[in-house]
């Protein structure tokens, strides 16, 4: 029986992903800010453990909790949408210190274990918008675009000890609570960009009904990424995020 450890799963798509993965007979780690385990199914092989990736101590404490695991998916993230010049420098670097820097901060502190025992899978969780970069969104695709590039030479150090690397890369996904949260973060609108926004979000209304990305979608490819030795490096999770990557290629 391999475990799994899930970053960011008090909803959305870590929380599914726990459950997906709970539900093929897996140990799930499964951490989130403030834990709650009423809202994954009650099971002698869930744990829930309180994680924040911005603190180094709260990193080390889930370390020494976890004790040995066989997948890594660092899937904690926060949404923020807006225009850049209404945005602060320090809604920037907080984006950035979870998006980027916190997936970084934890695959660091595990990496050790994976290298001593010559095996382990890291999947980190990125966004379409780094297929399809859109308006609104500059500093949230700055710092996913990041986190793939990081990903892609991260896969080529640690092939040599046995240890994969993958992307998974999801599209809109309107069941998560992506846009109510990139909405709340304090962006201001300067009034030169007024009439700009307005007209992206009434276009964004007029073609809500194309295709999106389910919950379910990023809990298939990351099942596939860790089970499928054949699979890409790149994964693209929900119809949306397939055509942007198609038409990135």
């Known amino acids: 029986m391999k475990t799994i450890l899930i970053t960011g799963c008090s909803s959305g798509f870590g929380l599914d992903t726990a459950r997906y993965f709970l539900e093929r007979g897996w140990k799930v780690i499964a951490t989130m800010r403030t834990p709650r385990e009423d809202v994954l199914p009650r099971s002698e092989h869930l744990r829930v453990i309180p994680l924040d990736v911005t603190q180094p101590q709260s990193i080390h404490a889930l370390v020494e909790a976890a004790g040995p695991i066989d997948v890594l998916v660092n899937n904690a993230g926060v949404g923020l949408m807006g225009v850049f010049e209404g945005t602060s420098m320090e809604t920037v670097r ?56 990081f990903t892609e030479s991260l896969a080529l150090e640690l ?91």
């Open 94 to 149: 907080s984006t950035f210190e979870t998006n980027t820097l916190g997936a970084m901060a934890v695959t660091h502190a595990f990496l050790p274990g994976f290298r001593q025992r010559k095996a382990g899978h890291i999947v980190n969780v990125s966004s379409g918008t780094t297929f399809k970069p859109l308006p609104l969104l500059a500093v949230y695709t700055a710092s996913k675009a990041a986190l793939n590039a």
């Open 159 to 249: 092939q040599p000890l046995n240890v994969r690397v993958s992307l998974v890369i999801p599209g809109r996904s309107p069941e998560t609570p992506f846009a109510q949260n990139a909405q709340a973060r304090g962006v201001t609108v300067p009034e030169a960009y007024a009439g700009f926004v307005r007209s992206i979000f009434e276009q964004r209304t007029a073609h809500a009904s194309g295709p999106v990305t389910r919950s379910l979608d990023v809990a298939e490819a990351i099942w596939r990424a860790v089970n499928d030795p054949s699979a890409p490096l790149r994964l693209p999770a929900g119809a949306d995020a397939v055509e942007m990557a198609r038409t990135r290629t």
